[in-house]
């Protein structure tokens, strides 16, 4: 079993941020709302000047000599771009600058449970990545491919680009790929043909109205002999959503069979679920 370990506590980065002026992304008509196209976002103008602006910080790995490194909060500021204090604005704002619990939770599970060789060589996507821990972390544990996706694309390119590439300079390892896409998840999900091992993704259930999109995303993305581990609240209120309710959707379209791999008590219940194709009837977990 790995001997990782990330120690996130009492951090300021808690609401991670970046600053922007303006989104590339055109706009597309979904319902009463305009949501934005998926778009791959290439980092190929990132020098190494851009990734060392900001104040960088870092959380070491237990028992090992690696860190992660990510910017902080007091380098930025997302509400220059969308001139609001709400955590999400439905179609405009997705909450990527903040980093939730939920995905601190996934971090440690991963690093405590992560059977030897589950993640070498695999291509995984992190969904709704935000700063892109949950990818970054994927490299450090044996990823070949990882692959960011976020709603807002400036998102991607003022956190999660600098975020990934600082962290692969440190990793020195040549033979890893990434790639980052911006966008809705329903065109996400028809963007390509590309499909993953493995897909993380924390707080992304919070939403009943996503539900049918980021099934999508499952069933055209997801390796026949893949797995999503999605962690999230048993709860969101004000939304709806949450990991019962998630459930029960999965349930009632049939494609999928879940479990519950952990789960934490205090204060709104989280928990860590395990998604793969039902064709699947046993589940070796993480």
Avoid at 111 to 138: A, H, Q, Y
Wanted: with cysteine; hydrophobic share 35%.
């Amino acid at each position: 079993m790995s001997m990782f370990k990330f120690n996130f506590s009492n951090s300021e980065d808690n609401n991670v941020e970046a600053a922007v002026t303006e989104t590339s992304q055109d706009k597309i008509i979904d319902s009463d709302l305009k949501w934005l196209p998926a778009v791959e976002i290439i980092p190929s103008n990132y020098g190494s000047e851009l990734i060392t602006e900001g104040k960088w910080l870092t959380k070491k790995i237990s028992n090992s000599d690696n860190s992660i490194h990510y910017l902080s909060s007091e380098s930025n500021n997302s509400k220059e771009i969308y001139k609001t204090d709400a955590d999400i604005e439905e179609a405009q704002y997705e909450g990527g600058f903040k980093v939730w619990d939920c995905t601190y939770h996934l971090m440690n599970y991963l690093c405590e449970n992560n059977p030897e060789g589950t993640f070498k060589g695999k291509k995984v996507l992190d969904l709704g990545c935000g700063n892109g821990f949950l990818g970054i972390l994927s490299f450090y544990i044996g990823a070949e491919i990882v692959h960011f996706q976020d709603y807002n694309d400036s998102v991607i390119n003022k956190i999660t680009i600098p975020n990934t590439l600082k962290n692969l300079q440190s990793l020195n390892d040549s033979s890893v790929k990434c790639k980052f896409f911006a966008g809705d998840w329903e065109s996400f999900s028809d963007l390509d043909d590309f499909k993953y091992d493995i897909i993380l993704t924390a707080a992304t259930i919070y939403n009943t109205k996503s539900y049918k999109k980021l099934l999508s995303v499952f069933k055209q993305k997801l390796e026949l002999s893949g797995t999503v581990i999605l962690a999230a609240k048993s709860h969101y209120f004000g939304w709806g959503g949450g990991t019962r309710n998630f459930e029960e959707f999965l349930q009632k379209d049939g494609s999928f069979l879940s479990r519950t791999l952990w789960t934490c008590s205090e204060g709104v219940q989280q928990d860590i679920i395990e998604i793969k194709f039902k064709s699947r009837d046993e589940f070796s977990g993480l």
